[in-house]
């Protein structure tokens, strides 16, 4: 987590959020992230999270060679990490429980 950059969604411009949503090809935007919420990414620009926007915690990566499971063994290294501190709405029969019926 210490390799991420991260940025409370506050001191972002909505260039810089739309910025975020064109690279990692997110379907949906992050004009509406305010106080309270941020970002983080790598310095490669392949792994984006969002924390407390639309109330969820997201992962996002990009991978353009064919390595997936390098990309995929990252990302669950990161939600080890943040798992270390913080518990998650998880079930074991459902999985991540989300309020959400869009993710």
């Known amino acids: 987590l210490?390799?991420?950059t991260w940025v409370a969604a506050?001191?972002?411009s909505p260039l810089d959020k739309e910025l975020l949503v064109e690279h990692f090809e997110c379907a949906q935007g992050f004009q509406?992230?305010?106080d309270g919420q941020a970002f983080a990414f790598d310095?490669?620009?392949?792994?984006?999270?969002?924390?407390?926007?639309r109330n969820q915690l997201q992962l996002h990566t990009l991978e353009t060679s064919e390595?997936?499971?390098?990309?995929?063994a990252s990302l669950m290294q990161i939600?080890?990490?943040?798992?270390k501190n913080?518990?998650?709405a998880f079930s074991s029969r459902f999985g991540y429980l989300t309020a959400s019926p869009l993710l």
């Not at 390595?67 to 995929?72: G, P, T």
């Not at 939600?79 to 798992?83: F, L, M, P, R, S």
Request: aromatic content about 6%; proline content about 0%.
């Open 10 to 12: 506050n001191d972002l």
């Open 67 to 72: 390595d997936l499971i390098k990309r995929w």
């Open 43 to 53: 310095s490669e620009g392949k792994t984006l999270i969002t924390l407390h926007v």
């Open 2 to 4: 210490q390799s991420l």
């Open 79 to 83: 939600e080890e990490e943040i798992g």
């Open 32 to 34: 509406e992230a305010r």
């Open 86 to 88: 913080h518990t998650y």
